[in-house]
């Protein structure tokens, strides 16, 4: 009876020193579309860090290095960046330049979230090239996955699905429970 107890009492003691510090970071970086994401509540079992930043270009993930090599990292930006009259070699000189930003974030795994349409129609081409261009270049990283959420936030004529955003560019409550539900199968 006695040994009964001292192993219930090991396990006790042996789950209550297990924590969340003890798992793997998840990251969010990007834009105001990861900015404004309560990943918390999307992710209540995992460590989060949201990253985001509100206005954010691709470029400014020159200034992220994370350097835990057993966290993972999920990405979503270029929102800021594209726009409806990029013409095909701007767009070109924009991926190139996106793919080095990306590689050089650190981490163990990156997790690249598509950029999603708008309610401006002439950027949603120039957003479906960027997205398949990338979806492209990303496979030749072991260490990187593209996830395609496009599809999932854009209605049949080319525009967005309203009832997902707040303003035709930034999502709603609902909008975030889709991007979760995009996600987690990933992670």
């Keep these: 009876m006695k040994e009964k107890s001292l192993y219930v009492l090991y396990i006790v003691i042996l789950l209550c ?28 079992n995992r460590i989060t860090k949201n990253l985001g930043v509100d206005g954010l270009h691709a470029e400014g993930l020159r200034n992220v290095n994370i350097s835990d090599i057993s966290s993972e990292v999920v990405v979503l ?23 080095k930003e990306i590689c050089r974030i650190g981490g163990g795994r990156i997790f690249v979230i598509s950029v999603l349409p708008s309610s401006d129609k002439d950027k949603n081409s120039i957003i479906e090239k960027f997205n398949k261009e990338m979806c492209q270049r990303l496979k030749q990283y072991m260490n990187v996955s593209f ?15 309203e009832d997902l955003f707040r303003d035709g560019l930034h999502l709603n409550d609902y909008g975030y429970m889709l991007l979760g539900d995009q996600v987690k199968p990933f992670l």
């Design 77 to 99: 930006v270029g929102t800021n960046d594209l726009h409806g009259h990029m013409s095909d070699e701007e767009l070109a000189v924009y991926c190139d330049s996106y793919e």
């Design 17 to 44: 020193s297990c924590s969340k510090d003890d798992e793997h970071v998840l990251y969010f970086l990007g834009d105001s579309m990861i900015a404004n994401w309560d990943v918390e509540v999307t992710f209540p």
């Design 147 to 161: 996830i395609d959420c496009y599809d999932a936030f854009s209605d049949e004529d080319g525009g967005i699905k």
